[in-house]
Structures are given as C-alpha cells and as structure tokens.
C-alpha cells in the first residue's frame, strides 16, 4: 500500500469539480484516507511549493494556488503515487493524454485543476506538510 498527496486547485473548486476529481480516483481503486477543504495563504503555499522556488513561475503558482478554497486529500492504494498521476494526466493539460482529468479539466499549465505528488519523499513532505495526528494514521 502507497500513500499520495493530492489537491484540487482553485480552479477545480471554483468551477464545481470537486466531486467529479474524487469520483475519479475512487473509481480507479484510490481510497480517499484523509481530506479537507484549505484556503492556503501566500506562504503556506510558497512552503509547500518549496522546491520550486527560484523558478520563473514560482510567483504565480503560489499566488494562483492561494487565491481561492482548495481540497487536500490522502490517497492509498497499491502504487497510488504513479497511479494518481497517471489519472490527472500530463502537467499541461494541452499535452495530457485524452480521457485524463487534466486534459478533460484543465484550462492551463498553471490552471490545471488537480496536483498529485510525483515521488516517495515528495509524498511524505507534502502529507506531513497538511496533515496532523487527528487526521490521518500514520
Ligand atoms: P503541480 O503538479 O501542482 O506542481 C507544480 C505546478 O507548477 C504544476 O503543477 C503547474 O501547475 C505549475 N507550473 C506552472 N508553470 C509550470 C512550468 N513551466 N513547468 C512546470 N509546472 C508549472
């Protein structure tokens, strides 16, 4: 069993797709173990996005990805971390594949409605990032 760290973004909230991205993870196997609605703060996403400071779009996803209510959930499943990804699609929905949730959602690379860790240790970072011992067993 594999544990992964997804969010529905501002603009997957705002545009009523909060139940369709579940919907799609629960379908293809992923348990849901773990989720909550956040309205991140500049710095609380500028910590969560750590590893891409210093790049040219730092700036504007961390502004993009405070601006409105997000869903953060935990994901469990055999391989959920590959799996996920492979659910959400390519990062720019114009290059995800057909049938993906980003490539059926997304109106851009920033815009791009669901983010899913891409590794083992990102996973960790980003459950321990947002979940507390109430919410989740570890
Ligand atoms: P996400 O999976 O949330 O991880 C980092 C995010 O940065 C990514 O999805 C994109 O939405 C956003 N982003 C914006 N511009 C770029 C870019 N040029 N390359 C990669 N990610 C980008």
């Given amino acids: 069993m594999e544990r992964t760290l997804s969010i529905i973004k501002p603009d997957?909230?705002?545009?009523?797709?909060i139940g369709e991205v579940?919907?799609?993870?629960?379908d293809n196997g992923l348990k849901v173990i773990a989720m909550k609605m956040v309205k991140m703060s500049k710095e609380?996403?500028?910590?969560?996005?750590?590893v891409h400071r210093g790049k040219a779009f730092?700036?504007?996803?961390?502004?993009?990805?405070s601006s409105g209510p997000t869903v953060v959930m935990v994901l469990e499943g055999d391989n959920a971390i590959q799996r996920a990804r492979d659910l959400m699609g390519a990062t720019?929905?114009?290059?995800a594949a057909e049938g993906t949730l980003?490539?059926?959602f997304g109106s851009n690379i920033?815009?791009?409605?669901?983010?899913?860790?891409?590794g083992p240790d990102t996973a960790?970072?980003?459950?321990?990032?947002?979940?507390?011992d109430l919410e989740i067993s570890r």
């Fill in 44 to 50: 609380e996403a500028e910590g969560f996005y750590h």
């Fill in 22 to 26: 579940i919907k799609r993870f629960e």
């Fill in 12 to 17: 997957g909230v705002e545009r009523g797709l």
């Fill in 102 to 104: 980003r490539r059926q």
């Fill in 92 to 95: 720019n929905p114009q290059e």
């Fill in 58 to 65: 730092f700036e504007s996803l961390t502004t993009f990805m």
């Fill in 110 to 118: 920033e815009s791009n409605t669901v983010h899913g860790s891409d």
């Fill in 124 to 132: 960790t970072f980003e459950i321990d990032y947002f979940s507390n």
